[in-house]
């Protein structure tokens, strides 16, 4: 679709990352899948040329916008997305609720809502939103990221036995996803479930996953979001069953003093 030139009935569309496949589609034209895999390997040039171009672009389409008077939704995502990649979250967030009342059954809008609140530690609002998402039914592939993400915040936020409900619903006997199987694993250790969680940890390393390290890294986040007794848990039982790290008693001893 690349080859099409930008004239005639031909037009890129959207302020960031135009498209032609709008235009294709209104001249009735069909879109075929290309059984050749094109792929994009611009991040390989210098990072600070990229970012530059990243904002460059960002302040283009805001402009673009700006003067259309835009009313596509999707203009207004992609600007999240850049906007969200260059850490102008709370920008992000004001583009994606323009996105959500042009279109309020788009899963990816919710979804990404929620990465944006996720970033700026707020769980209880990226919850939500998580939750929105995988209500509205995404694809296969948004489907898994929104439930592993969803799964994740309520145990940010308190509630692991439902991460345990929701995960094991959602993969019933498939134990091949190692972030599934992982955030089983966390959440059966902050619930002091060892013997469960210490089954799901071994499974991990026998896919090669770096348990403990992970373990480790998650007990931090939970410190950072005052969970400190979950915290507490996970490192114990990490610890009593064979997944620890050179850190983890450090950890332990800093926490329980938060905890009690």
Do not use: W
């Amino acid at each position: 679709m690349r080859l099409f030139p930008n004239g005639g009935r031909f037009r890129f569309e959207y302020a960031l990352h135009e498209r032609i496949e709008p235009s294709l589609i209104k001249a009735g034209i069909e879109i075929r899948k290309c059984e050749i895999p094109v792929h994009h390997y611009g991040n390989f040039v210098n990072r600070s040329k990229t970012d530059f171009r990243a904002a460059q672009n960002y302040e283009l389409g805001k402009k673009k916008s700006a003067e259309r008077g835009e009313r596509n939704f999707m203009a207004y995502y992609e600007l999240a997305i850049q906007g969200a990649e260059l850490g102008k979250y709370e920008e992000a967030l004001q583009y994606l609720k323009k996105v959500i009342a042009l279109k309020p059954d788009f899963p990816k809008a919710y979804q990404t809502m929620g990465n944006t609140y996720y970033n700026l530690g707020r769980y209880e609002k990226a919850l939500s939103f998580y939750k929105k998402a995988f209500e509205l039914k995404p694809g296969q592939r948004d489907a898994r990221d929104t439930i592993l993400m969803y799964a994740t915040c309520e145990m940010l936020t308190g509630n692991a036995g439902k991460t345990i409900s929701l995960i094991e619903t959602f993969i019933g006997d498939d134990m091949s996803f190692p972030q599934a199987v992982l955030l089983l694993a966390e959440a059966n250790f902050c619930l002091g479930k060892k013997e469960k969680g210490s089954g799901l940890a071994k499974k991990l390393k026998e896919m090669n996953f770096d348990a403990p390290q992970s373990f480790m890294q998650f007990a931090k986040l939970l410190a950072s979001a005052g969970k400190f007794r979950y915290a507490v848990s996970l490192l114990e039982c990490s610890m009593d069953t064979g997944f620890a790290t050179d850190e983890m008693p450090a950890l332990l001893t800093e926490y329980r003093k938060k905890a009690d």
